[in-house]
C-alpha cells in the first residue's frame, strides 16, 4: 500500500521554525516528484514546494522563498520541509503528496497521485 505520512507540525512563535517530515512508501521513491501543500481554515489547498530528485530541482512558490527550504532522503524515501521565519500566515495544516513524474506545475493539487494525512502548524504572534 502507498502511504505518506506527514509530521513535524505544533505550535510555534512568530519568528520560529519547524521541520517537517513527509515519510513514504509502497512505491518507487526516485520515480515520483514529492509536493507540500498547506490548506488554512476557509481557504483553498495550495501549494507550497516541490522536489523532483529525478532531474535534482527544486520548486517554492512566491510565500515560501527565502524562507522554505525542501530536501530529500532517498535512502529513508522521506522528503523534509524546513520552515523558518515563521509567520502566523502560515498557520495551515500541511500535507505532502507524489505526483508521477516530473510535473507540469507543481503547485496543482490535481497532478498528484497520492496524498498523506496533514500536520497542523499554527504560528502565534
Known amino acids: 500500500d502507498v502511504q505518506l505520512q506527514a509530521s513535524g507540525g505544533g505550535l510555534v512563535q512568530a519568528g520560529g521554525s519547524l521541520r517537517l517530515s513527509c515519510a513514504t512508501s509502497?512505491?518507487?521513491?526516485?520515480?515520483?516528484?514529492i509536493g507540500w501543500f498547506r490548506q488554512a481554515p476557509g481557504k483553498e489547498r495550495e501549494g507550497v514546494s516541490c522536489i523532483s530528485s529525478s532531474i535534482g530541482k527544486l520548486y517554492y512558490t512566491d510565500s515560501a522563498k527565502g524562507r522554505f527550504t525542501i530536501s530529500s532522503d532517498n535512502a529513508k524515501n522521506t522528503v523534509y520541509l524546513q520552515t523558518n521565519s515563521l509567520k502566523p500566515e502560515d498557520t495551515a495544516v500541511y500535507y505532502c503528496?507524489?505526483?508521477?513524474?516530473?510535473?507540469?506545475?507543481?503547485?496543482?493539487?490535481?497532478?498528484?497521485?497520492?496524498w498523506g494525512q496533514g500536520t497542523q502548524v499554527t504560528v502565534s504572534s
Open positions: 509502497g512505491f518507487t521513491f526516485d520515480d515520483y516528484s
Open positions: 503528496a507524489a505526483g508521477r513524474g516530473v510535473l507540469r506545475s507543481f503547485e496543482r493539487p490535481h497532478e498528484y497521485n497520492y
